[in-house]
Each structure stands twice: as structure tokens, then as C-alpha cells.
């Protein structure tokens, strides 16, 4: 062999070797899979309901009696009671309360502005002050400050935010005659009804 040709033969070789060895320092086509991602459900939330200013009203029925200084005393039942307002928030309401009841000859009424608060919705409390008369057994008329303590027994929720159910409630407050020689007397009664509040 000629050196010419072993010089060839000789290139060919170091090509050769040189192509094999770049082929395999390619790097690899590798695809890559990835994995689908968990869907975490969405949590709707409940539609918020208002609180805002709404009807405050009750009405049932009412029995009750007046014990006045002078050692009188009279009831007046059975009766009926009503409330009609403005129930500001779940917590405080204005409204007017009235309530009137006969009991043989004695007549007896009583009505009132009541500012009242509830703490939680089973339990309220209301004042305010009123006026209250009576005809029978020593008829009169006098100024009172009222005092209404009621349980309200259910929790029906109307779509205006508005609660509904059964009302029991202690009516009651002390006041004075309006007469020449004023007499105090207490007031106590009971309702039993139906309040949207």
C-alpha cells in the first residue's frame, strides 16, 4: 500500500470515528408527559341576607290587670294586642305597641311607643312610653313607662331577611293618673301571637 493511500485511509478512519462519536453526544428527543392537575371544586357560597330595615309587626292575643296605690285593682282580657314598626336590624326595632281587652264591665287599653332590642333571636326587650286607660271599677287615665320581655319561639327567614314565629311575651310597666290627685299603679299583662321581626 502505497503512502498515499494509507494516508487516505487514515483520514477516512479519524472522519468516521468523529461522526460516530457526535452522533452519540446528541442529545435525546424525550417528551414530556405531565401529569393532568386536580381540579379542586368550587365552594359557592350562600347568598348573603339582608339585614337591613324591615316590617316589625305582631299581633294575638292579650289578657292583663292594673293594680293601682289605693289597693284597686281590675283586669281586662281577653283582649287583643298589636305591633306595627320598623325593625331597623336583627337587633334593634322601633315600633307602636297597643293592646286593649274587656272583662265584664271594665274596658282597658293601653298604647305605647317601644324602642326594643334583641340580643339573640329568641329573646327581646322593649320600653319606651305610653298611655293607658281604663273604664270601670274607677275610670282614669295616665301616662306609663311599658316594659314588653318576649320570647320568640320559631326561625322562619323570609327572603327580605325578615324572622317570623311565635310570640310570648310579659306586658307590662308602671305609670301615673292623670287626674287632680295622681295615683301610681302597675300594669301586667301577657301576649300571645305571631311577630315577623
Known amino acids: 500500500m502505497t503512502r498515499t493511500s494509507l ?5 477516512f478512519s479519524v472522519l468516521f470515528a468523529s461522526s460516530i462519536s457526535a452522533a452519540q453526544s446528541q442529545p435525546q428527543d424525550s417528551t414530556v408527559v405531565l401529569a393532568p392537575q386536580p381540579v379542586s371544586p368550587v365552594a359557592l357560597s350562600p347568598q348573603p341576607v339582608a339585614e337591613g330595615p324591615r316590617l316589625r309587626a305582631s299581633f294575638g292575643g292579650y289578657g292583663g290587670a292594673v293594680i293601682a296605690t289605693q289597693n284597686r285593682s281590675f283586669g281586662a282580657g281577653p283582649g287583643l294586642y298589636f305591633d306595627i314598626g ?6 334593634l326595632a322601633l315600633y307602636a305597641h297597643g293592646a286593649f281587652g274587656t272583662l265584664l264591665l271594665i274596658n282597658a287599653a293601653h298604647a305605647s311607643a317601644i324602642v326594643e332590642v334583641t340580643p339573640v333571636r329568641w329573646f327581646s326587650v322593649g ?3 305610653g298611655l293607658m286607660g281604663h273604664i270601670g271599677a274607677g275610670s282614669g287615665s295616665g301616662w306609663q313607662i311599658p316594659l314588653i320581655v ?4 320559631g326561625s322562619n327567614r323570609w327572603p327580605t331577611g325578615a324572622r317570623s314565629g311565635l ?3 310579659i306586658d307590662g310597666g308602671i305609670g301615673q293618673t292623670f ?3 295622681p295615683e301610681a299603679y302597675v300594669h301586667i299583662g301577657a301576649n300571645v301571637g305571631y311577630v315577623v321581626f
Open 7 to 11: 494516508s487516505l485511509f487514515c483520514a
Open 86 to 91: 320598623v325593625q331597623a336590624n336583627n337587633y
Open 127 to 129: 320600653s319606651g312610653v
Open 150 to 153: 318576649g320570647f320568640n319561639i
Open 167 to 169: 310570640r310570648l311575651a
Open 179 to 181: 287626674a287632680s290627685s
